[in-house]
T-cell receptor, first 114, second 114 residues
Framework: DAGVTQSPTHLIKTRGQQVTLRCSPK?????VSWYQQALGQGPQFIFQ???????QRGNFPDRFSGHQFPNYSSELNVNALLLGDSALYLC?????????????FGQGTRLTVV | QQQVKQSPQSLIVQKGGISIINCAYE??????FPWYQQFPGKGPALLIA?????SEKKEGRFTISFNKSAKQFSLHIMDSQPGDSATYFC?????????????FGQGTTLQVKP
């Protein structure tokens, strides 16, 4: 059973550009969350998708947007990139199990903005 | 606003010793408290989690102690091994109604010396 897979693993972009990151959830998982992890910090929640809808959003600007497809895979889009957007972007998929959502993380996409 | 505070930032323990990492939370609506382990270049992996209706949960060498009145919880790693060297994150989320949004602490880098 493949876990959560993210692509690409590394990416270098220039300030002002746009980027799309992709995530395939763990088999059977219907909920996808995205997190931003700056160097030396804990992950910060960006947003979560369920049934192709954004269900909850963290404190991130509208430059950050996403999408979930019918097969539950998801994309994270960031427009007008800033140097401060450089971080590890993590995708987590989850499934309600025993009354709680257990989140499984992918290996992340390392985004560097120059 | 940092809703989950984690300490210490870094920790060095001798092989066979006990590693202790502490977290404190502010939001009394939190009712799910997981600990994640992250190795360099990897995404966080769930270690162990607890709900506030129990004061302690043990899985192998890992134990969570939970103090609801103090709004604190801690991770104890018994018989620490060099392979435990990683960054550890505590997290919190709201429970059964939850959307799975995790609020992470800042992380603790653990080094276990042989």
């Amino acid at each position: 059973d493949a876990g959560v897979t993210q692509s690409p693993t590394h990416l270098i972009k220039t300030r002002g550009q746009q980027v799309t990151l992709r995530c395939s959830p763990k088999s059977g998982h219907d909920t996808v969350s995205w997190y931003q992890q700056a160097l030396g910090q804990g992950p910060q929640f960006i947003f979560q998708y369920y049934e192709e809808e954004e269900r909850q959003r963290g404190n991130f600007p509208d430059r950050f947007s996403g999408h979930q497809f019918p097969n539950y895979s998801s994309e994270l889009n960031v427009n007008a990139l800033l140097l401060g957007d450089s971080a590890l972007y993590l995708c987590a998929s989850s499934l309600v199990s025993g009354g709680e959502q257990v989140a499984f993380f992918g290996q992340g996409t390392r985004l560097t903005v120059v | 606003q940092q809703q989950v505070k984690q300490s210490p930032q870094s920790l060095i323990v001798q092989k066979g010793g006990i590693s202790i990492i502490n977290c404190a939370y502010e939001n009394t609506a939190f009712d799910y408290f997981p600990w994640y382990q992250q190795f360099p270049g990897k995404g966080p992996a769930l270690l162990i989690a607890i709900r506030p209706d129990v004061s302690e949960k043990k899985e192998g060498r890992f134990t969570i102690s939970f103090n609801k009145s103090a709004k604190q919880f801690s991770l104890h790693i018994m018989d620490s091994q060099p392979g435990d060297s990683a960054t550890y994150f505590c997290a919190a989320s709201k429970g059964s109604s939850n959307t799975g949004k995790l609020i992470f602490g800042q992380g603790t880098t653990l080094q276990v010396k042989p």
